[in-house]
């Protein structure tokens, strides 16, 4: 990072006097004229302000503190605001006899009050007057605010006498709030002093209690409506939870409780240690600086931290590149170590704040609700640890120095008692974890402690979050360490790594107590066959710290945790099988969604690769919970589906004894279920029968004997009204609209439906495929629409437009005119470098490519436009998202139905998807934000 500038004095860059003898110059010289006056007056502000403000920058960027930028910008607000009021008051509406109801006092509260300032922050006023408004005051008041806005600020402004001031501040505590920070900016400081006794005396003195509720009450809602975790990896700097907004609750609470004449004066307090003052000191500063960086960059009030400028505040703030490590990510790691500082800080004020009001209640700082009595102490059955207000608290930091066990301990008891930690405790684990050292890593006690809180704890995400946030995770198994607040700068994923791996215990904690059961029936159904427990949460545990390693994630996560479950003394077999799920646990994701599941030789792959249904079944949890602590909105029902028909193929090749040729098993295991189909069809439908004979084996295994009627149902009418039929209805099972098209079989009718889906704004989830033995195709289709929601549930109109569309389509009319959008908007700051790569050992029937690359709108169609004009026909295809990046797999063949050998043919298929991918990234400068849409299929066909 470049190094610290010396902090600059104001008036080397605003020379107060300078400017207030340029206005008064240009009001004597426009005498008479007043709208020149203020033309005049307003262009000498406008270059102040703006050279102040190019100055500020200029600093920033070349290193200067967060803070000192803030007070900077701060100082030059305050010099071009109080030089105008100086001019309005003496140029303008001078009262040359004022009168007491003439007298005025200009403030600034709120933010402003702090005085501190971001690029682009509003600026909060408050006239104060000594009664009644006046027609000079009110003269004034807006003359400066027209002023004001036409400067550039946003204003938030009041006019009010000292007693409606006192008066709404006991009634608002926004106003009360804004008040507490109130800084004289001009006028008459008599009334400004008033105001702040009278605050003092007739609104804070003895109300501090309900004033520390409802800040926290506030903060509550504001980190449920920013997000509540403050490890999200698009954080709002401002208003998420670890930001400044939280370090503003902290110093209005102690300014509240403990009153100061300034707001920096609380950090001499002896309530906050040096240590303590270090540290708000360190967040104020980088917080600051990445908002004032982030307002620059953007030209806005901008407070999210989103993709697309992360880069640039990397670049601008000195991070670079190292190895593996991107400046991105270094600069964003960063950012999520200060959030937990943040929040380390606010229980180590909890503490504090206890300590001197022996206030009761759990949950930091709600212990300063009224009517709560006395510390409330009770002794535990755990030497050392005693219970405090409802949380867990030791009897002193002696009790780690004398056995540094403890500091596992407590957090195993505090979850076997289902307790909070109390501050006092937490921040003695923060002070002790140099006791934390290679002996303390080996102790049996310690590892028993442990694997008590991952494996059989209660609320494991809880307690891991605490041990995390006091750095005693990351001390004990130095491989998560690694990837404690790592962020991964791409779309897909909503949180940092450790708070995707601490969620991902949660989940499956969840499922093994069947609270996510309507979700994961599977999942929940095997849990308790499961023999290795312990094994399953120690591979969840270290499933992501090979990112970043030599040789692949995969292949550094096994090293990395069989190094991890060595030192910890797990037994050589549980160490094999944790190496092995973290080496593999992508790969039933891989296969249930880039794979035919219909296709027997994706099952017998997958089932040489398990070897065995206990390895399957702590995959399919390990898989669960890894996709679903991704983020919100990332796990569906279609999902789970293929998941599920993935695991019984592999399932019934198990139950059917260990086959030398499990290919051969699942393909007979087909066969059975598809005789079986079609003899229950027959039997209920006798005219289905001729129809049913002439579809796959595969077929019967994806759909009920109702869905298999509906689907006959459907050709007939399709030969009845010149060859293609739809229809659609809401599956709320899978949160889809499924959509059935029949059409006679053609080449390019694949690449036609998607066509038709992705103009009409089809979010495809899945898609399943088949042809009969005549060339009738049978396609599928699971659509949302771009909200996530099934597509047409709110107008059913618009599901049977769709529907109406693939008809069309399937009969080859009225397919949409594609634009094209080069236009990326924030996936223009993600370098992806598009690949396709061809497979001919994954089928027996078909040569299977992969593409990847950007996702864009209608992706879908062009690529199977692609293979369709290169002769081949798509026999199964399987098509996900991954944030920013699409990963599409396609099953084709010939026209004589064989795989694709010819390595010219293969030289020229590949050109040509390349060429698909790549003409989006020519593009990958745009600006504007479109919505990410585009056709998301998995087909077997």
Same mark, same amino acid.
């Given at each position: 990072?470049?190094?610290?500038?010396?902090?600059?004095?104001?008036?080397?860059?605003?020379?107060?006097?300078?400017?207030?003898?340029?206005?008064?110059?240009?009001?004597?010289?426009?005498?008479?004229?007043?709208?020149?006056?203020?033309?005049?007056?307003?262009?000498?502000?406008?270059?102040?302000? /703006?050279?102040?403000?190019?100055?500020?920058?200029?600093?920033?960027?070349?290193?200067?503190?967060?803070?000192?930028?803030?007070?900077?910008?701060?100082?030059?607000?305050?010099?071009?605001?109080?030089?105008?009021?100086?001019?309005?008051?003496?140029?303008?509406?001078?009262?040359?006899?004022?009168?007491?109801?003439?007298?005025?006092?200009?403030?600034?509260?709120?933010?402003?009050?702090?005085?501190?300032?971001?690029?682009?922050?509003?600026?909060?006023?408050?006239?104060?007057?000594?009664?009644?408004?006046?027609?000079?005051? +009110?003269?004034?008041?807006?003359?400066?605010? !027209?002023?004001?806005?036409?400067?550039?600020?946003?204003?938030?402004?009041?006019?009010?006498?000292?007693?409606?001031?006192?008066?709404?501040?006991?009634?608002?505590?926004?106003?009360?709030?804004?008040?507490?920070?109130?800084?004289?900016?001009?006028?008459?400081?008599?009334?400004?002093?008033?105001?702040?006794?009278?605050?003092?005396?007739?609104?804070?003195? *003895?109300?501090?209690?309900?004033?520390?509720?409802?800040?926290?009450?506030?903060?509550?809602?504001?980190?449920?409506?920013?997000?509540?975790?403050?490890?999200?990896?698009?954080?709002?700097?401002?208003?998420?939870?670890?930001?400044?907004?939280?370090?503003?609750?902290?110093?209005?609470?102690?300014?509240? #409780?403990?009153?100061?004449?300034?707001?920096?004066?609380? /950090?001499?307090?002896?309530?906050?240690?040096?240590?303590?003052?270090?540290?708000?000191?360190?967040?104020?500063?980088?917080?600051?600086?990445?908002?004032?960086?982030?307002?620059?960059?953007?030209?806005?009030?901008?407070?999210?931290?989103?993709?697309?400028?992360?880069?640039?505040?990397?670049?601008?703030?000195?991070?670079?590149?190292?190895?593996?490590?991107?400046?991105?990510?270094? /600069?964003?790691?960063?950012?999520?170590?200060?959030?937990? +500082?943040?929040?380390?800080?606010?229980?180590?004020?909890?503490?504090?704040?206890? %300590?001197?009001?022996?206030?009761?209640?759990?949950?930091?700082?709600?212990?300063?609700?009224?009517?709560?009595?006395?510390?409330? @102490?009770?002794?535990?059955?755990?030497?050392?640890?005693?219970?405090?207000?409802?949380?867990?608290?030791?009897?002193?930091?002696?009790? /780690?120095?004398?056995?540094?066990?403890?500091?596992?301990?407590?957090?195993?008891?505090?979850?076997?008692?289902?307790?909070?930690?109390?501050?006092?405790?937490?921040?003695?684990?923060?002070?002790?974890?140099?006791?934390?050292?290679?002996?303390?890593?080996?102790?049996?006690?310690?590892?028993?402690?442990?694997?008590?809180?991952?494996?059989?704890?209660?609320?494991? !995400?809880?307690?891991?979050?605490?041990?995390?946030?006091?750095?005693?995770?990351?001390?004990?198994?130095?491989?998560?360490?690694?990837?404690?607040?790592?962020?991964?700068?791409?779309?897909?994923?909503?949180?940092?790594?450790?708070?995707?791996?601490?969620?991902?215990?949660?989940?499956?904690?969840?499922?093994?107590?069947?609270?996510?059961?309507?979700?994961?029936?599977?999942?929940?159904?095997?849990?308790?066959?499961?023999?290795?427990?312990?094994?399953?949460?120690?591979?969840?545990?270290?499933?992501?710290?090979?990112?970043?390693?030599?040789?692949?994630? +995969?292949?550094? *996560?096994?090293?990395?945790?069989?190094?991890?479950?060595?030192?910890?003394?797990?037994?050589?077999?549980?160490?094999?099988?944790?190496?092995?799920?973290?080496?593999?646990?992508?790969?039933?994701?891989?296969?249930?969604?880039?794979?035919?599941?219909?296709?027997?030789?994706?099952?017998?792959?997958?089932?040489?690769?398990?070897?065995?249904?206990?390895?399957?079944?702590?995959?399919?949890?390990?898989?669960?919970?890894?996709?679903?602590?991704?983020?919100?909105?990332?796990?569906?029902?279609?999902?789970?589906?293929?998941?599920? +028909?993935?695991?019984?193929?592999?399932?019934?090749?198990?139950?059917?004894?260990?086959?030398?040729?499990?290919?051969?098993?699942?393909?007979?295991?087909?066969?059975?279920?598809?005789?079986?189909?079609?003899?229950?069809?027959? %039997?209920?439908?006798?005219?289905?029968?001729?129809?049913?004979?002439?579809?796959?084996?595969?077929?019967?295994?994806?759909?009920?004997?109702?869905?298999?009627?509906?689907?006959?149902?459907?050709?007939?009418?399709?030969?009845?009204?010149?060859?293609?039929?739809?229809?659609?209805?809401?599956?709320?099972?899978?949160? &889809?609209?499924?959509?059935?098209?029949?059409?006679?079989?053609?080449?390019?009718?694949?690449?036609?439906? %998607?066509? %038709?889906?992705?103009?009409?704004?089809?979010?495809?989830?899945?898609?399943?495929?088949?042809?009969?033995?005549?060339?009738?195709?049978?396609?599928?289709?699971?659509?949302?629409?771009?909200?996530?929601?099934?597509?047409?549930?709110?107008?059913?109109?618009?599901?049977? @437009?769709?529907?109406?569309?693939?008809?069309?389509?399937?009969?080859?009319?009225?397919?949409?005119?594609?634009?094209?959008?080069?236009?990326?908007?924030? &996936?223009?700051?993600?370098?992806?470098?598009?690949?396709?790569? #061809?497979?001919?050992?994954?089928?027996?029937?078909? &040569?299977?490519?992969?593409?990847?690359?950007?996702?864009?709108?209608?992706?879908?169609?062009?690529?199977?436009?692609?293979?369709?004009?290169?002769?081949?026909?798509?026999?199964?295809?399987?098509?996900?998202? !991954?944030?920013?990046?699409?990963?599409?797999?396609?099953?084709?063949?010939?026209?004589?139905?064989?795989?694709?050998?010819?390595?010219?043919?293969?030289?020229?298929?590949?050109?040509?998807?390349?060429?698909?991918?790549?003409?989006?990234?020519?593009?990958?400068?745009?600006?504007?934000?479109?919505?990410?849409?585009?056709?998301?299929?998995?087909?077997?066909?």
């Amino acid at each position: 990072m470049p190094p610290r500038l010396k902090p600059t004095r104001l008036e080397h860059v605003v020379d107060g006097e300078a400017l207030r003898a340029r206005l008064s110059a240009a009001a004597l010289d426009a005498v008479g004229d007043e709208p020149e006056q203020r033309r005049r007056a307003l262009e000498i502000l406008k270059q102040a302000l /703006f050279r102040g403000r190019m100055i500020a920058k200029e600093r920033l960027e070349n290193g200067a503190g967060g803070v000192e930028t803030a007070r900077l910008l701060c100082g030059v607000t305050d010099e071009v605001i109080t030089a105008l009021y100086d001019f309005t008051t003496v140029h303008v509406f001078r009262a040359r006899n004022p009168t007491e109801g003439e007298r005025l006092c200009l403030l600034a509260v709120g933010g402003y009050g702090r005085a501190v300032l971001s690029p682009y922050s509003d600026i909060d006023l408050l006239f104060l007057r000594p009664w009644k408004q006046t027609a000079h005051a +009110e003269s004034v008041i807006e003359y400066m605010l !027209y002023a004001l806005w036409d400067l550039g600020f946003k204003v938030g402004h009041a006019s009010r006498t000292i007693e409606e001031c006192i008066k709404l501040s006991k009634e608002d505590f926004t106003i009360r709030t804004s008040l507490l920070e109130a800084r004289k900016l001009s006028g008459d400081e008599a009334l400004a002093i008033d105001l702040r006794k009278r605050f003092l005396n007739e609104v804070m003195r *003895g109300t501090g209690p309900e004033f520390v509720a409802a800040k926290l009450k506030e903060r509550d809602e504001r980190h449920a409506r920013a997000g509540m975790s403050r490890y999200m990896v698009e954080p709002n700097v401002k208003e998420g939870k670890g930001g400044l907004r939280d370090l503003h609750t902290l110093m209005w609470i102690a300014e509240y #409780l403990y009153p100061v004449d300034r707001p920096a004066d609380i /950090f001499r307090l002896p309530h906050f240690s040096p240590r303590e003052v270090r540290a708000f000191t360190r967040a104020f500063d980088f917080l600051h600086a990445v908002r004032a960086h982030l307002h620059f960059t953007t030209g806005r009030p901008e407070e999210r931290l989103t993709f697309d400028v992360q880069p640039e505040l990397a670049r601008r703030m000195g991070y670079g590149d190292r190895a593996d490590n991107p400046a991105v990510e270094r /600069f964003m790691r960063h950012y999520f170590l200060i959030a937990r +500082e943040v929040g380390a800080l606010t229980r180590a004020f909890s503490a504090k704040l206890e %300590a001197e009001h022996l206030k009761q209640e759990p949950r930091g700082l709600s212990r300063f609700l009224p009517g709560r009595g006395k510390v409330k @102490r009770r002794e535990l059955d755990y030497p050392g640890f005693h219970e405090e207000n409802g949380r867990l608290n030791i009897d002193g930091p002696q009790v /780690f120095a004398r056995d540094p066990v403890d500091m596992i301990r407590m957090f195993r008891i505090a979850d076997v008692l289902n307790l909070d930690l109390h501050p006092d405790a937490f921040t003695a684990a923060t002070r002790s974890l140099p006791l934390i050292g290679s002996k303390l890593r080996r102790d049996p006690d310690a590892v028993e402690a442990f694997l008590d809180i991952l494996a059989r704890g209660k609320k494991p !995400y809880r307690t891991l979050t605490l041990m995390n946030e006091a750095g005693v995770l990351g001390r004990f198994l130095p491989e998560f360490g690694r990837i404690v607040a790592q962020m991964q700068f791409n779309m897909y994923h909503s949180y940092t790594v450790d708070e995707h791996t601490l969620r991902a215990i949660g989940i499956i904690n969840d499922i093994e107590h069947g609270r996510l059961e309507e979700d994961h029936p599977l999942a929940t159904s095997i849990m308790p066959l499961i023999d290795d427990r312990e094994s399953l949460f120690l591979a969840m545990l270290l499933h992501d710290t090979g990112k970043g390693g030599a040789g692949g994630q +995969e292949k550094a *996560g096994a090293r990395s945790a069989r190094q991890a479950c060595e030192r910890l003394g797990v037994e050589r077999g549980k160490i094999e099988l944790v190496a092995w799920l973290v080496e593999h646990h992508l790969v039933m994701s891989d296969f249930a969604q880039k794979r035919d599941v219909a296709d027997p030789a994706t099952i017998a792959a997958f089932a040489r690769i398990v070897e065995n249904p206990e390895r399957m079944r702590l995959l399919l949890v390990l898989t669960v919970a890894d996709i679903r602590a991704v983020g919100p909105g990332v796990w569906n029902g279609w999902k789970g589906q293929l998941l599920r +028909e993935l695991y019984a193929g592999a399932e019934a090749i198990f139950r059917g004894g260990r086959s030398s040729d499990p290919a051969a098993a699942a393909q007979r295991h087909q066969e059975a279920a598809a005789r079986e189909a079609r003899a229950a069809l027959s %039997a209920a439908h006798p005219d289905t029968a001729e129809w049913a004979a002439t579809m796959e084996d595969a077929y019967f295994s994806a759909f009920t004997t109702a869905e298999v009627a509906e689907h006959a149902a459907l050709v007939v009418r399709a030969r009845q009204q010149g060859g293609s039929a739809a229809g659609g209805r809401i599956r709320t099972d899978r949160n &889809t609209a499924e959509l059935v098209v029949a059409a006679k079989d053609r080449r390019g009718l694949f690449a036609d439906l %998607a066509a %038709a889906l992705s103009g009409l704004g089809g979010n495809v989830l899945g898609a399943r495929v088949f042809t009969s033995t005549d060339g009738q195709a049978l396609d599928v289709f699971q659509v949302q629409d771009a909200s996530g929601a099934p597509y047409g549930a709110d107008n059913p109109r618009s599901l049977r @437009r769709l529907a109406d569309a693939l008809e069309a389509a399937g009969r080859g009319e009225g397919l949409p005119t594609e634009s094209r959008r080069n236009d990326l908007g924030r &996936t223009a700051a993600f370098s992806i470098v598009p690949t396709v790569m #061809l497979d001919n050992e994954a089928s027996t029937e078909a &040569t299977v490519v992969e593409a990847s690359g950007r996702d864009r709108p209608g992706l879908l169609h062009h690529l199977a436009r692609a293979i369709s004009e290169q002769g081949l026909s798509i026999i199964s295809a399987h098509i996900d998202s !991954y944030g920013e990046r699409a990963v599409d797999a396609f099953y084709v063949q010939t026209a004589a139905g064989h795989k694709v050998i010819d390595p010219r043919k293969q030289a020229a298929l590949k050109e040509d998807l390349m060429a698909v991918l790549e003409a989006e990234e020519s593009g990958a400068a745009g600006k504007t934000k479109p919505r990410l849409q585009r056709a998301r299929a998995s087909v077997a066909r």
